[in-house]
């Protein structure tokens, strides 16, 4: 039998089999169980069949679309806010005569810290009573009183916008950064020879060039936001009275907190549908971006 079997398939068994056991059986399992009523406490009703009674009760259910809406507004206000300031810091990093390599060391710092430290290091900025944040203000004298961020609901949705832009913003500057330094000069002296002003370069030669490098720092960060999970859980755990549940953090506690985990892995399979739609979305983006590269260069 094993002689049939060509050597590189062989070679490769190996790495299929603990794939299938890692990832392919446990998504399978996820799968089946969203189409049951299966809970933690009560292991036999993993083998009730259910149908699409929990995809129906999460259509119906206003907190599900709450935490949709809200993951949603989270992931387009950080995007857009990593970008622009990925590309400022990209810019500025690219037109330094000196210590350029020190310079995207230090933009990498962010990249380095666990979710979860960085979670801890924002919940203390952002205390009411000893955070930095706070203390700051006051001493400036602009403001004379605690400001709650993180205990209203606007203010600490607004405060995981800071956390999730301050350690992500780097993806985006080393990929523009990568970008403007893989660009051509000869398009940028011939619009200078032509009269271009400096914004007018920027717009109609660099821009475009760098854009499908920022596509690809979109797409992945859409699915890295898309299943935010750590820096809410330890800042806010979708707190106060849910003002901050993004898709994930109540996925987590409807199967854990709740212990409903069939409804949990039906959620969770609507939020990958989520990413899969973003991904396609940018990555049509990078196609066109490439595309108008391609005819103009």
Do not use: H
């Amino acid at each position: 039998m094993f002689r049939k079997i060509s050597t590189p398939v062989l070679l490769l068994l190996p790495a299929f089999v603990v794939l299938a056991a890692v990832v392919l059986l446990p998504l399978l399992l996820s799968l089946y169980s969203s189409f049951t009523p299966f809970r933690l406490t009560r292991p036999a009703t993993l083998w009730v069949w259910a149908g699409f009674r929990n995809y129906e009760r999460i259509l119906s259910d206003g907190v599900f679309w709450a935490a949709f809406v809200r993951t949603i507004v989270l992931l387009t206000i950080a995007l857009n806010l990593e970008m622009l300031l990925g590309l400022g810091l990209a810019l500025l990093v690219n037109k330094a005569t000196r210590g350029k390599r020190i310079l995207r060391t230090i933009m990498m710092f962010p990249m380095m810290f666990s979710p979860v430290l960085v979670g801890f290091q924002f919940k203390f900025m952002f205390n009411d009573n000893v955070g930095l944040v706070n203390n700051a203000l006051q001493s400036l004298g602009l403001t004379d009183q605690a400001i709650p961020w993180l205990i209203d609901g606007n203010l600490a949705l607004f405060a995981i916008v800071v956390a999730e832009v301050w350690s992500s913003t780097s993806v985006f500057a080393i990929l523009i950064l990568a970008g403007l330094l893989a660009m051509p000069q000869e398009p940028v002296e011939a619009a200078k020879v032509d009269g271009c002003t400096a914004w007018q370069t920027f717009r109609y030669v660099t821009l475009p060039f760098v854009m499908p490098f920022a596509y690809i720092a979109m797409t992945i960060r859409s699915l890295d936001i898309a299943r935010a999970y750590d820096i809410v859980k330890i800042m806010t755990d979708g707190g106060p009275a849910r003002r901050t549940e993004l898709i994930w953090t109540l996925v987590g506690r409807t199967a854990y907190s709740d212990a409903q985990m069939g409804l949990a892995n039906a959620m969770a399979y609507v939020s990958i549908l989520l990413s899969i739609l973003f991904t396609v979305y940018f990555f049509r983006k990078l196609a066109a971006a490439r595309t108008q590269i391609g005819a103009e260069w």
